[in-house]
């Protein structure tokens, strides 16, 4: 059973039809939730950490939010240039540190 | 420098060869780790270092041997590989063991 799930798989969006990804994970004990960005062929690049329900974090067109079970990584009015692979990891409190990863989102941004 | 270097880019071995991947990172991070990805899947986590020891090892093959010579710098020798094994290997830093990493470009391998 899978810790970490995000939906939708794939998203096709038009320039600048605003959406959100879902990341939503099974687990308790949350030391963090972390979203990344993959571009095809590249290694992730790291976006936002979240610790605590009601956090919220921005960066241009993003904006992450986290609740008590879930995160969402909304994309206002976003580009194509926006189009890539949306990532999130967790990682639990205690003894380990291991980071699991959901499958991601593919995003599409059609000019 | 906010980057982490990997080299070579690409690889190409067969299976009887000995290779090394390598990684380097001058931001005085203390984790380092090695991840495989295959593609369409997230990256799988293989090793943690953790201020040069190994911390996290998940039951990765003994084809896979992960060196952490100092703090900048982080190997991975490979061995005997097997076909399945051709994926891009993706290295990334950390501060500390909080996730929060910097990723190489990766080095595509293939096993021939």
């Known amino acids: 059973e899978d810790q970490v799930t995000q939906s939708p798989e794939a998203l096709r969006l038009q320039e600048g039809e605003s959406s959100s990804l879902n990341c939503s994970y099974t687990?308790?004990?949350?030391?963090?939730l972390f979203w990344y960005r993959q571009d095809p062929g590249k290694g992730p690049e790291f976006l936002f950490t979240l610790y605590s329900a009601g956090e919220e974090k921005e960066k241009e067109r993003l904006k992450a939010t986290l609740t008590k079970k879930e995160s969402f990584l909304h994309i206002t009015a976003p580009k194509p240039e926006d189009s890539a692979t949306y990532l999130c990891?967790?990682?639990?409190?205690?003894?380990?540190?291991?980071?699991?990863f959901g499958r991601g989102t593919s995003l599409i941004v059609h000019p | 420098d906010t980057e982490v270097t990997q080299t070579p880019k690409h690889l190409v071995m067969g299976m009887t060869n000995k290779k090394s991947l390598k990684c380097e990172q001058h931001m005085g991070h203390r984790a380092m780790y090695w991840y495989k990805q295959k593609a369409k899947k997230p990256p799988e986590l293989m090793f943690v270092?953790?201020?040069?020891?190994?911390?996290i090892n998940e039951s990765v093959p003994s084809r896979f041997s992960p060196e952490c010579p100092n703090s900048s710098l982080l190997n991975l020798h490979l061995h005997a590989l097997q076909p399945e094994d051709s994926a891009l290997y993706l290295c990334?830093?950390?501060?500390?063991?909080?996730?929060?990493?910097?990723f190489g470009q990766g080095t595509r391998l293939t096993v021939v």
């Open positions: 270092y953790s201020y040069e020891k190994l911390s």
């Open positions: 687990v308790s004990g949350l030391r963090g």
């Open positions: 990334a830093s950390s501060l500390s063991r909080v996730f929060e990493a910097f």
């Open positions: 990891a967790v990682q639990l409190s205690g003894g380990s540190y291991i980071p699991t």
